[in-house]
C-alpha cells in the first residue's frame, strides 16, 4: 500500500481564493480524520469521518471550512474564502480504529495564504 | 513534554547516547497512549504504543514506560542515532469511543 496520500504537497494562494486539499486513505481504513498543525497550537482535529461519514466536525474552525468524503478512497476539505491566519499544514491520517490504535498520517499539504 | 507557545520543549544529545523524552498526560481515564516521531516535512509516523495494563513496552531501540499514578508517560531511545532527529508527540485516547489527543511535542536533536 502507498500510504495516505495528499495532495497538493504545497499550496500558495491569496486571500480570499478558494483552496481544495485532497487526500486518498488506506484502502479497508474505516476512519479518515483531518488535522491542521500550527506551532502554536499544535495538531488540531479538524473533522473525521466513519464509513464516509462525518461523525464529528466540532474541530472545524469557521464555515469557511468544509469537507466531504463522497466515497471511501476520496476526500476533500475545503475552505472558501481563505485568510492568511489558516495559513498551516493540513494532513489526512486514516485507520481502522477511532482512537484504539494508531494512525497512519499522510506528508501533509503545506497551505500559504498571502 | 508540553508546548510552552511557540517554542518546543528541546532535548539535545549526543550521538551514541540514550534519550528520554517526556509527556504528562490529561487523562486518569485514558487507556491507550502512543509514540509519533515527526521528521521535518513529513507527516507523524507511529512508534511505539501502550495501553494502560502495563507498565512498560519494548521496541526496537525504543522502550515506552507508563506511570499511572503521576500521569506520566516517557519514551526511552536507546543509542541515539542522527537519524532520530525529529519531533516527538504522545497521543492518548481519554475516553471509549472517543479520537486521539495529541501533546504538542518535543523536538530531538542529535548531534554527531
Known amino acids: 500500500d502507498a500510504g495516505v496520500i495528499q495532495s497538493p504537497r504545497h499550496e500558495v494562494t491569496e486571500m480570499g481564493q478558494e483552496v481544495t486539499l485532497r487526500c486518498k486513505p488506506i484502502s479497508g481504513h474505516d476512519y479518515l480524520f483531518w488535522y491542521r498543525q500550527t506551532m502554536m497550537r499544535g495538531l488540531e482535529l479538524l473533522i473525521y469521518?466513519?464509513?464516509?461519514?462525518?461523525?464529528?466536525d466540532s474541530g472545524m474552525p469557521e464555515d469557511r471550512f468544509s469537507a466531504k468524503m463522497p466515497n471511501a478512497s476520496f476526500s476533500t476539505l475545503k475552505i472558501q474564502p481563505s485568510e492568511p491566519r489558516d495559513s498551516a499544514v493540513y494532513f489526512c491520517?486514516?485507520?481502522?480504529?477511532?482512537?484504539?490504535?494508531?494512525?497512519?498520517f499522510g506528508s501533509g499539504t503545506r497551505l500559504t495564504v498571502v | 513534554g508540553e508546548s510552552v507557545g511557540l517554542h518546543l520543549p528541546t532535548l539535545s544529545v549526543q550521538e551514541g547516547d540514550n534519550s528520554i523524552i517526556n509527556c504528562a498526560y490529561s487523562n486518569s481515564a485514558s487507556d491507550y497512549f502512543i509514540w509519533y516521531k515527526q521528521e521535518s516535512g513529513k507527516g507523524p509516523q507511529f512508534i511505539i504504543d501502550i495501553r494502560s495494563n502495563m507498565d512498560k513496552r519494548q521496541g526496537q531501540r525504543v522502550t515506552v514506560l507508563l506511570n499511572k499514578t503521576v500521569k506520566h508517560l516517557s519514551l526511552q531511545i536507546a543509542a541515539t542515532q542522527p537519524g532520530d532527529s525529529a519531533v516527538y508527540f504522545c497521543a492518548e485516547n481519554i475516553k471509549r469511543d472517543s479520537t486521539l489527543t495529541f501533546g504538542k511535542g518535543t523536538m530531538l536533536l542529535v548531534s554527531p
Open positions: 491520517a486514516s485507520s481502522n480504529y477511532r482512537g484504539e490504535a494508531g494512525y497512519t
Open positions: 469521518f466513519n464509513n464516509n461519514v462525518p461523525i464529528d
